[in-house]
């Protein structure tokens, strides 16, 4: 039973069709991986798939019903990392943790310290955000997503600027939702470590017709 | 799962504001330092007789007040567009109208109702009567709120453009000409020592109107600004 399904889906820039009659099916446990050229459309089918832009045509189904319903459940399940971590300069990490998890769902200062120590940011997460480096500030945004209860991460480019452990880390805490029945689909060019039947593959061409 | 219900989501919003603004105090500063200082240029600039003060304080007061309202509105969503606080506000699943309802209410708190507070000092200035304080207060507080749901559509409005600005000021300035007229005709019946109920119940008016209007507005043109 695919719970994630896209049919068809149409998207212009313009009169350039950047997303060209796109359909896939994912069930739970599955990772989609999106790849592609710079520019083949993988950010904007995120952004379809969030919500936060609308198909020219197509549908999105998440568990057989059109997410175009705003108040949806659909919203709730789901979490979207963008290509920049969404975080406040000016507070710490731990801080940001805390307002990004605390918008959705309750969580405790414990809590906080345990994701930020699962995802390795506890050295630095006290420092304000402004003071680190990219891929620290990855890690810390891995820690929000780790408190989140979504069943699907949306995830554009999760592995950039992580070091070697970084990027593991990032594939031990995807294979860890996908086993628990979660999904996920990733813009990336890199390969990701997660065990077999987990991944599906989605091959965008940047060049229209 | 269940998430936290809306009015604590809103709480969060208005928590995380306010602990923004004391890692950036000049932000929230600037603004107050501005109606300060324009206000007090009138007794320098044109006369330092308070009797021809007083005739002039009620629409320097409300002009200083909305300028100052609109200085500190740039940035009320500009960052959270930039940093993606906007985008996980509508990914979220809580109401975009609350939340960002909740964003308007926090500016509020760092301008409007600071300003309204600093008035009694500006009105001194201005040879403001102590007894006509408590009417300027409460028309101050209504009309602030006014101006801050008011700019919180066209911060909405702006947010696609970069240099948004003056565009900002063009569009809200208009819109906020009812409240500067009813709010300086309110000062000005409470400086005569006048009953200033009309103007005060129709300053309520345009901000409960607002109160209604605006989030949805802001709602729906910070939809149309993230695509």
New interface residues.
Partial sequence: MSELTAENIWFYRGDYPVLRALSFALRAGECLQIRGPNGAGKTTLLRVL?????AEEGVVRWRGEAIGGR?S?F??S???L?H????????SGA?NVH??V?????CTAQQVRAALQRVGAAAFADR?VRSLSAGQRRRIAFAALHLD?ARLWLLDEPTTNLDAEGQSMVSELLEQHLAGGGLSVAATHQALALSAGRLVALELSGVGE | ?S??GVFR?AV??V??DL??AT??PAQVLQPLAFFAVVTLLFPLGYTPELAKLRAIAPGVLWVAALLASMLALESLFREDAD???L?????????LTILLLAKTATHWLLTGLPLTLMAPLVGGALGVPFAALGGILSSLVLGTISLSLIGAVGAGLTLASRRGGVLLSLLTLPLAVPVLIFGARATELAIAGDSLTAPLYLLGAVAVLGLTLAPLAAAAAVRIG??
């Fill in positions: 969030a919500g936060l832009l609308q108040e459940g919203l709730a789901l979490a979207y963008p920049q971590p969404p975080l406040k300069a000016e507070l801080e307002f990004a605390g918008l959705r769902r309750r304000p209860p | 799962m998430g936290p989501a969060w919003v928590q995380r602990r923004l890692r950036r940093d993606g606080t985008e996980q506000f509508v990914v979220s699943g809580q109401p993230l695509e």
